[in-house]
């Protein structure tokens, strides 16, 4: 079971809103060209986006479907990827200060993932995971520089209150 974390030096509502547009996955997640909105309302369970994941010249379709959607803390999707089978993704976002500490989960559930699960495989998981959360912390700390999702960024830096003991870091 792969299991990364990350400290993102944005809101966790930054990084919920990053997370809940279905339409920017292709943005962070590794290894996706496209995605596209099929059904229902992203990120409500049971809403599905297709994704198109690009290799040299063949692009495969898939989709991920919404299981767990609790706003804004908790997303946890199952991917499905063909024959390779299903794996379930999940994603929690804790404060930390005034930032986001994401915990990214993924396991596979059926199919030929699940077979040939084993060490080798945590290994290339734990890297994607690395880049993944590295991509997704680069879109919410962009957003979070611009002022369009974190509140604290709306807030004139003289209104705000400073941490005990000093500078607001």
Same mark, same amino acid.
């Given at each position: 079971? &792969?299991?990364?974390?990350?400290?993102?030096?944005?809101?966790?509502?930054?990084?919920?809103?990053?997370?809940?547009?279905?339409?920017?996955?292709?943005?962070?997640?590794?290894?996706?060209?496209?995605?596209?909105?099929?059904?229902?309302?992203?990120?409500?369970?049971?809403?599905?986006?297709?994704?198109?994941?690009?290799? =040299?010249?063949?692009?495969?379709?898939?989709? *991920?479907?919404?299981? $767990?959607?609790?706003?804004?803390?908790?997303?946890?999707?199952?991917?499905?990827?063909?024959?390779?089978? *299903?794996?379930?993704?999940?994603?929690?976002?804790?404060?930390? =200060?005034?930032?986001?500490?994401?915990?990214?989960?993924?396991?596979?559930?059926?199919?030929?993932? =699940?077979?040939?699960?084993?060490?080798?495989?945590?290994?290339?998981?734990?890297?994607?995971?690395?880049?993944?959360?590295?991509?997704? &912390?680069?879109?919410?700390?962009?957003?979070?520089?611009?002022? $369009?999702?974190?509140? $604290?960024?709306? *807030?004139?830096?003289?209104?705000?209150?400073?941490?005990?003991?000093?500078?607001? &870091?």
């Amino acid at each position: 079971m &792969a299991v990364r974390h990350r400290l993102v030096k944005a809101s966790p509502q930054t990084v919920w809103d990053v997370l809940a547009d279905g339409d920017r996955y292709a943005e962070w997640v590794v290894g996706t060209s496209s995605t596209q909105e099929m059904t229902g309302e992203w990120p409500h369970v049971d809403a599905k986006i297709a994704y198109a994941v690009r290799v =040299g010249p063949v692009s495969l379709s898939n989709e *991920t479907v919404v299981r $767990r959607c609790e706003e804004p803390d908790v997303l946890e999707l199952e991917a499905r990827a063909g024959v390779l089978g *299903t794996a379930r993704i999940a994603f929690e976002l804790r404060p930390w =200060g005034r930032h986001c500490l994401v915990i990214l989960d993924e396991h596979p559930l059926q199919g030929v993932g =699940g077979l040939l699960h084993n060490a080798a495989v945590e290994v290339v998981t734990q890297i994607r995971h690395r880049a993944l959360l590295g991509r997704l &912390a680069k879109v919410c700390e962009s957003e979070a520089r611009g002022g $369009r999702s974190d509140d $604290r960024r709306k *807030t004139p830096a003289a209104a705000r209150p400073h941490a005990e003991g000093g500078a607001d &870091a």
